[in-house]
C-alpha cells in the first residue's frame, strides 16, 4: 500500500495522478502496459474508486492513457508528445489561490490559454480567492543575440521593434484582464506584473500554482519576414 501524503494540500484524486503520472512518464509502467484495475489502485492509495476514476479521468485528458471497451487502462504507446498547456492552465484556475508566472519569448500562448479561464471568472462558474499572474519576457530595447539576420548573425532593430509590439499587446492584454477582475470585486486580490530581462530565452517555462512546472525549447528556424518594407532572412526563435 501506498498512503496518500496526509499533510498534501492537493486533493486526493490529483495525489494519485500525479503517483501515476511519474510512473508513467519514468517508464516504471511501460508504454502499452495495463494499469493496476480500479480496485487494485483504490487499496494501494487508500482512496476510494471513485477517486481513482478522477485520476484516470485527468491522465486520459493529458493524453497518457486510454481505455479500452472491457479490457482495461492502458498506457499510451507514444508518452513523450508534446503536452497540452491549456487543460492544466484550466484545472490551476479551480484552486482557491491561483499564481501562473510565465518566463519565454511573448506571452501570446499564455494570453489564449488564460482567455476561457478569466471569462469564467467574470460569468461567476469560478470564484478563486487570490489570482497573480507574473510575465517575464526579453528587453527589445537591447541588441539580441537570437533572433539574428541569416546573412551576418547580426541583431535585427526591425525584428526587434516587431517582436516588442507583439509582447506588448499580449502582456498588456494580460494586465488589463486580470485588473478588470480585481477592479470589479470578482476576486478579491488579482494582480500582474511584468517584467523584461536583457537576454532573449531559449524556452518558455510556465509554473502552475507552485506545483507543476511546464517548459518547451524553441527550436531555431530560419523565417523569413518583410521588415520595414524589405524581405530580411532571420534565424527565428520558433513556438
Known amino acids: 500500500m501506498d498512503p496518500l501524503d496526509p499533510d498534501d494540500p492537493r486533493p486526493p484524486y490529483q495525489q494519485v495522478a500525479n503517483a501515476l503520472r511519474a510512473a508513467i512518464l519514468t517508464r516504471t509502467i511501460a508504454p502499452g502496459e495495463k494499469l493496476p484495475s480500479g480496485p487494485q489502485l483504490a487499496e494501494r492509495y487508500g482512496v476510494a474508486r471513485m477517486t481513482v476514476q478522477q485520476a484516470i479521468r485527468v491522465l486520459r485528458d493529458e493524453g497518457l492513457v486510454v481505455s479500452r ?20 492552465i484550466e484545472r490551476a484556475f479551480e484552486q482557491s489561490a491561483v499564481t501562473i508566472d510565465f518566463a519565454g519569448f511573448s506571452g501570446e500562448t499564455l494570453h489564449g490559454a488564460i482567455a476561457e479561464p478569466l471569462d469564467k471568472i467574470r460569468h461567476g462558474r469560478l470564484r478563486p480567492e487570490s489570482l497573480s499572474v507574473r510575465v517575464l519576457v526579453p528587453d527589445a530595447s537591447v541588441p539580441w543575440s537570437l533572433p539574428a539576420r541569416v546573412e551576418d548573425l547580426t541583431d ?42 536583457p537576454s532573449p530565452p531559449q524556452f518558455k517555462l510556465y ?5 507543476y512546472a511546464f517548459f518547451g525549447y524553441y527550436p531555431v528556424r530560419e523565417h523569413k519576414l518583410k521588415l520595414d518594407g524589405e524581405p530580411d532572412a532571420i534565424w527565428d526563435l520558433m513556438g
Open 69 to 88: 471497451q472491457g479490457s482495461g487502462v492502458y498506457v499510451r504507446e507514444r508518452t513523450e508528445r508534446p503536452v497540452g498547456l491549456r487543460p492544466h
Open 207 to 211: 509554473l502552475l500554482n507552485r506545483a
Open 156 to 197: 535585427s532593430p526591425a525584428f526587434r521593434r516587431r517582436a516588442g509590439r507583439i509582447m506588448e499587446r499580449h502582456a498588456l492584454a494580460i494586465v488589463d484582464a486580470v485588473t478588470e477582475l480585481a477592479d470589479l470585486g470578482l476576486v478579491d486580490g488579482a494582480t500582474a506584473v511584468v517584467k523584461t530581462w
